[in-house]
Structure formats: structure tokens, C-alpha cells
């Protein structure tokens, strides 16, 4: 289910996040390291190598470097193909000096993943595979092409051409591996902090409504007693102006203004009726507040509250907290969206729990997605004569998510099921044949069953000192 009132965000479409300074200190780290391992191998090995080629190829990175910190303010972010660009570079210039150091007989081919990876945590898919497929490029050619290495006494160093093979084997499948795993890792994570940031926002915003009800309420309740003056003082006037057509007519103005102003109140303020019952209210109230935006959207809501074994006749009074309240109402919005005619929401107690059952006569829930029902951004493959049937609708499973995370922060436990076999033909379905959706709380999550909430009264002006 879409709710299009947040925003959803592409959850790949954060290269700019990457901040150019974390790239800088990556490569000095990578620096330093290059000529660690050239002096290791020069001194301490022995080895003959192009020593001014090699440096060359690092104090191109050294100046590359330089040239970023001196242009760019540090809190520099790059777009995506500043990005590609710099993992090139590097890609390149890491290449180029395996070129210079004996190819995949030098172990540190190995590290021709590390750009790939970071690609695939910040990239889009096009970029990545670009990189991957330049770093794939670059080890095929250095099976082919290097400079050899050689000792003290110039024997060359070469592995025997199978395990240089199963050397670039390796590193080729590391490179689809690593690039595949890192960036599914990476739509989760980022896929989950979007839809985090939309329940937030659907939580806050829910906050603000049931907070202006409250306001509401106590500007009605306090301006009720100077608008009656305003009447009462009219109403005098209006009898002592009988000769004063002009000056009547005003008074009469008055009033009616008066009278204007209180409907006005009134009519905003019944949503909150009083300050007590935007606190608790019964469970009746509250699932049908949760559910009146839908009531007149083409199919027919049906109540059923009642007790369940052992609850007794007195219907429990629950929380109007701003979750349960958004939570309730996406559930309904879902089964409304994909029933046929009806939609059904029964209410049982018993002495322990709280349930509620929300259910409709649509086709249910596809059933390769019943496992994964709650995930946000969920997408699901139609065929062509489902997308013909819902042309408008596309949903991505975001209002199930923020309806899910909703209901269990306020303690619920959330099932998913279908009502009916989706092999059963029409005339072998039952009436309830689409999507069921309980939602179950232990009673002292959401209950407000206490001795103060037996009789809440009137509200009652109250003064300081």
C-alpha cells in the first residue's frame, strides 16, 4: 500500500552523501601502504623493481590528493559521477602499479576489490557495473601484460600459469560477489532508514493532529463563556434599540456572529468532544476514528465489537494513542483498497487480551509474499491482467511498514493470512475470502480500565492560587 502524503526515497540515490574527505583519507591510507610494501619488497627482499615508475605512479595520488584538499572545502560531498571518477583513478593507478610489479603474480591484485565494493554501497547499479566491469578489464590484461619480477639475481618470479589462473578466477569472483552482496546489503539498510524516517513522520504527524484536538477543545470550552456575554449583552441591546433601527440591526449582527462563532467551535471541536477522551475512549470509538476516513470509498466497512470467552459485557476503554490510531487506520486503508464490496473489523476481548481482525473480500495476499508482508518498499510482479484491473494503484509496501512498526511499538503482535485457498474458484470462496490481518495486544499494553475512566465527567474550568 502507497501512501503518497511521505516521502520515499531512492535508496541508491545517495552518492552525494559520500563525502570527498573520507575518499582523501582512504588514499593516503592506500599511499602509505604502496610504499610500505615498496620498501619491504626493495630492502628486505631484494626484489628489482621500476622504482621510478612506481614512484611515479604513487606521487600521482600524493598530488591528486593535494590538489583536492587545496580546491574543495572539506565538507565536500561528491555527485555521482565525482564518485566514478575518483574510484577510477584509483582503480587505475592501483593497476597501473601491478602492471609495474609482476601482474597477478603480485598477492596484492587482491585489492582491485575494495573500489568495487565501495561502489556498490553508494553507487546506482549502472555505475557499479561500469566500475566492476574496468577492475574485471584490468585483471584479464595483467594476466597478459606486466613488467616480472625479479630477485637479487634476475630470476624471475612467476606462479605457474594454473594457479595464476585460479588467481584471476578468484578475483573476478570476488569482484561479482562482493559487489553483489555489498550493495544488497546496502538497499536493505538504506530501504529500511527511508521507511524509518516515513513512520516517523507519520507518527509525528498523527501527534500533531490529536494535540490540535486538544487545542481545540480547551479554546472552545474557554471562549464558550465570553461568546455568551457577547449573546446575552446583544440580546439586551436588541430590546432597549427598538427605536434605533440602524443600532439594532448592529446588535442583531452581534449575535449572529456570536452564534456563528460558537457552531464554528463546536463543530471543531467535536472530534475531541472533551480533554479526557483524547487521552482514552472505548475500543468501539477508537477503531471507528481509526477507520472514518475510508468509510466512504466505495466499500462497506463492517463493525463487529463484542466480547470474546470470559471478557464480560463492559467494553474495555483504550489509549487514543497516535500509533494505534495511524496504525489501525492503514490496515483499513489496505483492506479497503483491495477488497471487492466489503471490508470487515471485529473486536474481541477476553481478561488478558485485546484483538482485532480486519478482513475484506478481495483475492488476499499474494502467497510468495506472505513471508515477507511488513517489509518496506515490498514490490511485487503482477501479471498484465492484475495491473489492467488496479491501473492506478502501485503500491511498495510502505503503509504496511509504518503501520507494522506503529502497532508493535505500542505492543502488538501483528499476523498475516488469507481468508481462502487462491486455487478455489468464485463460487467455491467464502465471504471473508481475502487478506486477514489480526492485531493482538495484552490488555494492560493499551488498556485504560481504571477507576478515573469509569466516569469522566465534564470538563471543569480550574484557576491558579
Not at 199 to 211: F, G, I, N, S
Not at 302 to 320: I, Y
Not at 453 to 460: D, F, I, K, R
Request: proline share 4%; glycine share 8%; net charge negative.
Amino acid at each position: 500500500m502507497a501512501d503518497t502524503s511521505f516521502p520515499v526515497f531512492d535508496g541508491m540515490s545517495r552518492s552525494h552523501w559520500v563525502r570527498l574527505r573520507t575518499l582523501i583519507v582512504l588514499r593516503w591510507v592506500a599511499i602509505f601502504g604502496q610504499l610500505v610494501a615498496m620498501l619491504v619488497s626493495v630492502v628486505l627482499f631484494r626484489l628489482q623493481l621500476e622504482i621510478g615508475l612506481c614512484l611515479m605512479a604513487v606521487g600521482v595520488s600524493v598530488v591528486a590528493n593535494l590538489l583536492a584538499d587545496f580546491i574543495y572545502p572539506p565538507n565536500k560531498r561528491l555527485s555521482e559521477n565525482e564518485t566514478l571518477l575518483t574510484l577510477l583513478f584509483d582503480l587505475s593507478q592501483h593497476a597501473f602499479l601491478l602492471y609495474l610489479t609482476g601482474g597477478l603474480n603480485n598477492p596484492f591484485a587482491l585489492l582491485v576489490l575494495a573500489p568495487v565494493t565501495i561502489a556498490a554501497t553508494t553507487l546506482r547499479l549502472r555505475s557499479t557495473a561500469l566500475l566492476a566491469g574496468t577492475a574485471v578489464t584490468y585483471i584479464t590484461l595483467l594476466g597478459f601484460f606486466f613488467l616480472p619480477l625479479r630477485d637479487v639475481d634476475g630470476t624471475v618470479l612467476s606462479m605457474a600459469d594454473i594457479f595464476r589462473f585460479g588467481f584471476w578466477v578468484s578475483i573476478v569472483v570476488g569482484i561479482g560477489f562482493l559487489a553483489l552482496y555489498a550493495r544488497r546489503v546496502a538497499v536493505e539498510v538504506h530501504s529500511m532508514s527511508d521507511a524509518l524516517v516515513a513512520t516517523q513522520m507519520a507518527l509525528a504527524r498523527e501527534q500533531k493532529l490529536t494535540d490540535l484536538g486538544g487545542v481545540v477543545a480547551a479554546a472552545a470550552h474557554e471562549l464558550g463563556t465570553p461568546l455568551a456575554t457577547i449573546k446575552l449583552v446583544s440580546s439586551e441591546m436588541i430590546e432597549e434599540l427598538d427605536a434605533e433601527e440602524d443600532l439594532r440591526q448592529d446588535a442583531m449582527l452581534i449575535r449572529d456572529q456570536a452564534d456563528r462563532c460558537r457552531d464554528i467551535l463546536r463543530s471543531m471541536g467535536r472530534a475531541g468532544k472533551d480533554d479526557l477522551h483524547l487521552h482514552k475512549a472505548p475500543l468501539d470509538t477508537v477503531i471507528r476514528e481509526a477507520a472514518e476516513p475510508h468509510g466512504d470509498r466505495g466499500s462497506t466497512i463492517h463493525f463487529d465489537v463484542a466480547p470474546g470467552p470470559g471478557g464480560g459485557n463492559r467494553q474495555p476503554s483504550v489509549t487514543r494513542r497516535p500509533e494505534i490510531i495511524h496504525g489501525l487506520r492503514n490496515l483499513v486503508q489496505n483492506a479497503v483498497d483491495f477488497s471487492q464490496e466489503n471490508v470487515w473489523v471485529d473486536a474481541r476481548w477476553t481478561p488478558d487480551k485485546i484483538l482485532i481482525r480486519i478482513a475484506d473480500d478481495g483475492h488476499g495476499f499474494p502467497p510468495q509474499a506472505l513471508g515477507r508482508i511488513g517489509d518496506p518498499f515490498m514490490r511485487i510482479r503482477k501479471s498484465a491482467a492484475e495491473r489492467a484491473k488496479r491501473q492506478e494503484y502501485e503500491g511498495m509496501g510502505l503503509g504496511l511498514f509504518i503501520a507494522k512498526t506503529l502497532l508493535e511499538r505500542s505492543g502488538a503482535v501483528l499476523t498475516f493470512s488469507n481468508g481462502s485457498d487462491p486455487f478455489l474458484t468464485e463460487a467455491e470462496r467464502p465471504t471473508r475470502s481475502g487478506a486477514i490481518v489480526e492485531v493482538a495486544w495484552h490488555r494492560s499494553d493499551i488498556g485504560a480500565d481504571d477507576e478515573e475512566s469509569l466516569a469522566l465527567g465534564e470538563n471543569t474550568p480550574f484557576s491558579v492560587g
